[in-house]
């Protein structure tokens, strides 16, 4: 796709329409490490833009290599100042008990019910329909007082809302580093600095370490949701529960599998777009 006379100041970008497949988070990892501004949703697509065509083969070949999967396109686009437009298409999101907002837009909303989450490069703003999905279960599984784990954390948007549901403490654990500053910035802008802590490892080496918890949140792809039932056996109570969510419709039969062979039964549920989201409990 490279172009003879292509210069710096075309008035054209190259813009790069990703379905992300099994691996959404290595898409969006390509994504920003190739030099997009921001990355927006547009349906189940994640949309971004480069300055050149040399640009958009690399993050190309980049996201065909981490997401064999992942659906491709691209073509021209007028230039435009892409992180604005991405700013542009975030908006506060109303979940029932709580709210999703970004900063700009947060202004005269109750500070008590509102999660304000400036996203950065880290997943978690209130635009994907799995963070949606856990939220809307929240407040039926979190009891005053609870301890919790937010795995695969991303912007913290789930643990800061626990906490304004009410749980005393959250432990957010994040492997990927980009994401760990974003996240601790955002417990300080929603001023539960003292009760969430952010750390960056893997959860299923960390989960363990961070109990007794009593409730798990954990919006992760379905395949690491599997590997990590084994690890919530382990660790929470009896009375213990978990909402999970990254789970596509079409994985449902193979998860409710799954986590009957573990002894763990759905006891509600949520569906939007593409994702479904659960809440669970032993049997």
């Known amino acids: 796709m490279t172009r003879e006379g292509e210069r710096a100041g075309d008035a054209q970008w190259i813009q790069v329409r990703v379905r992300p497949g099994s691996d959404r988070d290595a898409v969006l990892a390509a994504l920003f490490a190739g030099g997009s501004a921001g990355v927006h949703e547009v349906g189940d697509e994640l ?15 980049a996201l065909r290599t981490s997401s ?17 437009a991405w700013r542009d298409g975030v908006r506060t999101h109303d979940l029932g008990a709580l709210s999703i907002a970004p ?6 909303l109750d500070p008590a019910r509102t999660v304000v989450i400036d996203p950065g490069m880290a997943f978690g703003t209130g635009e994907h329909a799995t963070t949606r999905g856990v939220i809307r279960l ?24 626990a906490v304004k549901l009410g749980a005393a403490s959250v432990a957010a654990i994040e492997m ?6 974003n996240a601790e910035a955002n417990v300080v802008r929603n001023g539960v600095a003292g009760r969430v802590v ?21 919006n992760i792809i379905s395949s690491v949701l599997v590997q990590l039932l084994p690890v919530l056996d382990a660790v929470l109570p009896d009375d213990g529960a978990a909402v999970i969510s990254g789970i ?3 994985e449902r039969p193979a998860m409710l599998e799954a986590l009957a062979a ?8 949520d569906a939007e777009e593409a994702w479904w989201s659960a809440a669970i409990a032993r049997r």
Not at 68 to 84: M, N, Y
Not at 138 to 161: E, F, H, K, N, Y
Not at 198 to 218: H, I, K, N, S, T
Not at 262 to 269: C, F, I, L, Q, Y
């Open 138 to 161: 929240l407040p039926a599984v979190l009891r005053t007082g609870d301890r919790v784990a937010d795995l695969g954390a991303g912007s913290a948007v789930l643990a800061i809302a």
């Open 198 to 218: 952010v750390l960056e490892g893997d959860a299923e080496l960390l989960l363990p370490l961070v109990a007794p918890v009593r409730l798990v949140l954990a």
């Open 103 to 108: 900063p700009w837009l947060a202004a005269g």
């Open 262 to 269: 573990h002894g763990w039964g759905v006891t509600a549920e």
């Open 176 to 181: 990927d580093p980009d994401a760990i500053g």
């Open 68 to 84: 064999p999967d992942a659906e491709l396109s691209c073509g021209e686009v007028a230039r435009v100042d892409w992180s604005q």
């Open 248 to 250: 596509l419709h079409e």
């Open 47 to 61: 949309v971004t833009a480069f300055p050149s065509s040399a640009e958009a083969d690399a993050v190309m070949h």
